[in-house]
């Protein structure tokens, strides 16, 4: 009865001891509200459904100064310029610094800048000399009056011609045809479920495509941050910033099919110095969405803006007032970081508190160890009372009969951090 003795007084301290709180790892503070400079729009935007709220988890990745709906910018640093967009990031692309941004992880419908994450899905798995085949389904759900290439059903063209079309004229078509080739026997739900999957890959798990091209579709969101970290990925291949820099590629004929000329439709091409390229979008639902990059004095910095307005600047001129505004700071400003692929990530599903306001990151959770620890000892002492009178007996293991060892832990899933 000894062990029975000392398990018992170790319980007893155990549930007398004050209790120390665990703290889930997901969970982060919302940084202080301070609301984002905005300037009123000649006419007020549509009405809009609201996105759905910011899981916790996902409110602070990159730092917690970016787990805000408003505005998130250096100590010290000017102000921000005033811009009718809803969301913006501006992030230096080398050294992965977030500079600032205006809720930078909230929710927003992405119009044409979603193309971008196609280009980061399938560039690396499309050869650029193949030539594939335009059908009918390519082109059978699109509005004519959409941005198209103007590809041809039974048309032949490269995919390197329908990576300009869709880079220079935001070509809802080649959108479709890329979607439909680089997602093998799934087709073109294939290809959106590879976007998806490209997402993930690259930590902006805030990102939900519905359709390659960036139309309008059921549950189709992302973030101005998200937008980074897939600027980050597409600028890192060289055959990417070629696209995207050129102003004029010519498409070549075919059998049965004419050439054309297609013309870049981003102008901060010819009238923002050290522009190295953009996609540009608009949706009635989206609004104006924008992601840029330019360079200057050997930086490179991303803008990504989501939900401007036409006027007083329109999506490119607040680009431009944002990038002017980054390049003034000092280099090594930041309120934040771009995660990269290889970093681990928690994919535990953390369930918001109830009563939390928009913009604020859910409190952390705390589970009292001495609850936990005295529940364990509670069955080893259990198991003893059990074990006793069997003990008493002086009933032994056979020598023969095997022991199981515990579970290896290379045989374990790893916990992640």
């Known amino acids: ?23 889930s790892p997901t969970r982060a503070a919302a940084a202080p509200y301070v609301p984002c400079p905005t300037v009123k729009p000649p006419a007020p935007p549509p009405a809009a459904p609201s996105p759905p709220p910011v899981r916790p988890a996902d409110q602070a990745v990159g730092g917690e100064a970016l787990a805000t709906a408003g505005l998130s910018i250096p100590a010290g640093a000017p102000m921000a310029p005033a811009v009718t967009a809803t969301s913006w990031v501006v992030a230096d692309l080398d050294s992965g610094a977030v ?92 290809g959106v479920q590879a976007m998806n999957d490209e997402a993930h890959r690259l930590g902006a798990n805030q990102t939900h495509a519905a359709t390659p091209s960036g139309l309008d579709g059921p549950g189709q969101y992302t973030s101005a941050y998200d937008l980074a970290l897939i600027a980050r990925a597409t600028y890192a291949r060289a055959d990417f910033r070629r696209y995207i820099a050129t102003r004029v590629a010519e498409i070549p004929a075919a059998p049965g099919t004419p050439g054309f000329a297609i013309t870049h439709d981003n102008t901060l091409l010819d009238h923002y110095a050290g522009t190295l390229g953009g996609k540009t979008g608009f949706t009635d639902l989206a609004r104006q969405t924008y992601v840029g990059v330019a360079e200057r004095n050997g930086r490179r910095l991303a803008v990504t803006l989501l ?78 009372l059990l074990a006793a009178p069997w003990r008493r007996k002086g009933v032994r293991r056979a020598a023969d009969q095997p022991v199981l060892s515990p579970q290896s832990g290379a045989d374990r899933s790893p916990s992640e951090p």
Not at 4 to 21: F, H, M, Q
Not at 321 to 326: F, I, K, P, S, V
């Open 307 to 384: 939900g401007a307005e036409t006027a007083p600047l329109g999506s490119l001129g607040e680009s431009a007032a944002l990038l002017d505004w980054g390049f003034a700071l000092s280099p090594n400003a930041s309120v934040g970081r771009l995660v990269t692929p290889d970093e681990k990530k928690d994919e535990r599903p953390v369930a918001a508190v109830k009563g939390e306001r928009h913009g604020q990151a859910a409190s952390s959770s705390a589970v009292p160890l001495r609850t936990a620890l005295g529940a364990g000892v509670a069955v080893v002492l259990a198991v003893l």
């Open 99 to 190: 500079l600032g941004g205006c809720g930078p992880h909230e929710l927003r419908t992405p119009a044409s800048v979603q193309k971008m994450l196609l280009a980061a899905t399938l560039m690396p798995r499309l050869d650029p000399a193949q030539v594939v085949e335009v059908t009918r389904a390519d082109l059978q759900d699109l509005d004519p009056a959409s941005s198209l290439m103007g590809v041809a059903e039974g048309g032949r063209y490269s995919i390197e011609s329908l990576w300009l079309g869709l880079l220079l004229k935001s070509g809802n078509d080649a959108a479709n045809v890329l979607a439909r080739v680089g997602g093998g026997t799934a087709g073109r739900q294939g």
């Open 1 to 23: 009865m000894t062990a029975i003795r000392i398990t018992a007084v170790a319980l007893s301290a155990l549930l007398t001891t004050p209790a120390v709180v665990a703290e």
